[in-house]
């Protein structure tokens, strides 16, 4: 690996910590998704991640003061540690691994769906807590607490999918189906992202899983449905 790849992502891990948006195992596990995305993928998904990573602490910061307050913020004021990186970045990262070895464009579509999937849900949660207006349960539209698991709004749905659209940008450059791609990245997380809100509302409420195991599942299930998408509209 290059000289001035290791130091990007030091950098990167040295910022992540200085703003306080990851604790020591936090940095460690970032570090070796970064490092394991650049081998595989190169430089795109790499910075689709990071753009994740960056717009996730700005929302995560966003007048947190007044989310602490009202008793709404993330765990750990912010700060995030390795199950929150590997339930958010795993699943791309096995989908990134499947593409290197198949070159399929399917897998380039899951990858960059499942990260739109993250980036859809942190963006969604953390500044539809601020934005979002008489959330809904998003299994019977009864009013939810705001920050509530499985809490809705029409503002974070749109704050969502602005967050899929983002990171497909990243995904149309590899492919030469570029509308395809967009379509299927912003769909696939835009629909990950409530499957994680569904997840939350259902099998985490219930104790069954835990948050980290809602991310994961999430993107996940947004990875390969954004794979779907992308092979139907061929």
């Known amino acids: 690996m290059e000289i001035a790849t290791i130091a990007v992502i030091a950098l990167v891990g040295a910022l992540a910590y200085k703003l306080k948006a990851l604790d020591g195992k936090g940095i460690i596990a970032a570090a070796l998704v970064g490092v394991i995305t650049i081998m595989f993928g190169g430089i795109l998904p790499f910075l689709a991640l990071l753009t994740f990573v960056l717009l996730g602490v700005f929302a995560t910061k966003y007048r947190l003061a007044e989310k602490i307050e009202r008793e709404i913020a993330q765990e750990g004021k912010?700060?995030?540690?390795?199950?929150?990186?590997?339930?958010?970045?795993?699943?791309?990262?096995?989908?990134?691994?499947?593409?290197?070895?198949?070159?399929?464009?399917?897998?380039?579509?899951?990858?960059?769906?499942?990260?739109?999937?993250?980036?859809?849900?942190?963006?969604?949660?953390?500044?539809?807590?601020?934005?979002?207006?008489?959330?809904?349960?998003?299994?019977?539209?009864?009013?939810?607490?705001?920050?509530?698991?499985?809490?809705?709004?029409?503002?974070?749905?749109?704050?969502?999918?602005?967050?899929?659209?983002?990171?497909?940008l990243f995904a149309v450059v590899l492919t030469t189906q570029k509308v395809e791609m967009l379509l299927a990245v912003t769909i696939g997380g835009f629909m990950g992202c409530n499957i994680d809100s569904l997840l939350g509302a259902t099998l985490e409420n219930k104790g069954i899983i835990n948050n980290h195991h809602t991310n994961f599942l999430a993107t996940l299930l947004g990875g390969i449905i954004g794979g779907v998408i992308f092979l139907s509209l061929l």
Request: proline share 2%; charged share 10%; aromatic share 10%.
């Open 78 to 168: 912010g700060i995030r540690s390795w199950q929150n990186v590997l339930g958010n970045g795993l699943a791309a990262v096995m989908f990134l691994l499947i593409e290197y070895y198949t070159k399929q464009d399917v897998f380039w579509a899951a990858t960059f769906s499942s990260i739109a999937t993250a980036n859809a849900d942190t963006l969604a949660s953390e500044l539809g807590k601020i934005f979002g207006k008489a959330p809904k349960m998003i299994t019977n539209l009864n009013p939810a607490n705001v920050g509530e698991n499985g809490a809705i709004s029409w503002q974070g749905e749109i704050i969502a999918l602005i967050g899929a659209f983002t990171i497909s």
